[in-house]
């Protein structure tokens, strides 16, 4: 079983700049002990700059360029710019808020969540966080998180909403939700559940998110060990499936677990209600919330 706890696949850029770097190297023919020798580095570093594990500082990338003999103002430039967009997208929009989240065991997710493609999410008692209104967040996160002041429950809640912008713009994350019927009747003020009704209905007409609702009258069903999400990367990255377990959450990247949830979602899928029914039960659980 392939448990992981940490690192996240590598960003876009520092895949060109590991690819890029490598080829300048065999260019000039050198290989990683004789360039190390040169720039001074361990092989070890190397290897993994150039193997995409690690990211490098422009301190370094220009000792590489001036080994590799790259004198060229342009060419030097995007690499530099390669290694200046990895460093960015290493310092994550949530940082503002590390002192909560890494209270609350949450960074691991968001960094994973930030590099995935498409997302497949089933939720057995609560609406996924990405379709989360900011009320139904706060109501959500001051109910599970007691033991937090109201300040870190605040904060909480802006990463919450602001983890919405994946759903926005031309590079958006595709989410197909497939969420309980329970987590509706969950919500027990009249005011949250209409806010949430509508936003639900409004996020399904977007292009990118697919929503079903897994009715009572489905039964038992594979889903009731529990919630789960199945992240998808560019290639070759593998997937990841993480699972939710109090302080204890973690991520399985191994083949064998990937093929088993992902069967056990398209199992959910069958079970579940269509796009269709879903848009019409829900546009009539909000007709009958204002009666």
């Known amino acids: 079983m392939a448990r992981k706890t940490s690192p ?31 720039v001074e580095v361990s092989q070890g570093s190397l290897s993994r700059i150039e193997n995409g594990d690690r990211g490098t500082t422009p301190l370094l ?14 060419a030097r430039e995007d690499i530099l710019d390669l290694v200046r967009a990895d460093a960015a997208q290493r310092q994550p929009w949530w940082k503002k808020y590390s002192a909560v989240i890494n ?34 967040a706060r109501q959500v ?8 002041r109201p300040d870190q429950i605040e904060a909480l809640v802006k990463v919450r909403m602001g983890r919405r912008r994946l759903l926005e713009g031309d590079d958006s994350v595709e989410l197909w ?4 019927e329970a987590a509706l009747h969950r919500i027990d003020d009249p005011a949250t559940l209409r806010g949430q009704l509508e936003h639900l209905l409004e996020a399904m007409s977007q292009p990118n998110i697919t929503v079903q609702l897994l009715p009572f009258s489905a039964g038992f069903h594979p889903g009731l060990d529990g919630p789960f999400v199945i992240m998808d990367f560019a290639k070759p990255n593998p997937g990841v499936v993480w699972m939710e377990n109090g302080p204890n959450s973690v991520y399985f990247e191994g083949a064998d677990e990937l093929y088993h949830y992902s069967r056990v979602f398209d199992h959910l899928r069958a079970l579940a209600l269509g796009p269709p029914e879903t848009h019409a039960r829900l546009a009539k659980m909000l007709k009958e919330s204002r009666t």
Do not use: N, W
């Open 141 to 148: 996160i001051t109910s599970m998180r007691f033991d937090l």
């Open 177 to 180: 939700a497939v969420i309980d």
């Open 8 to 38: 996240t696949p590598p960003s876009v850029y520092r895949r060109q700049l590991s690819s890029r770097l490598k080829e300048l190297r065999a260019e000039i023919g050198l290989t990683l002990t004789e360039v190390c020798a040169v």
């Open 103 to 136: 209270t609350t065991k949450y960074g691991g997710y968001l960094t994973l969540e930030a590099s995935a493609v498409s997302l497949r999410t089933y939720e057995s008692l609560l609406i996924p966080g990405l379709l989360q209104t900011e009320d139904h």
């Open 61 to 74: 990338a220009k000792a590489l360029l001036d080994c590799y003999g790259i004198t060229d103002p342009a």
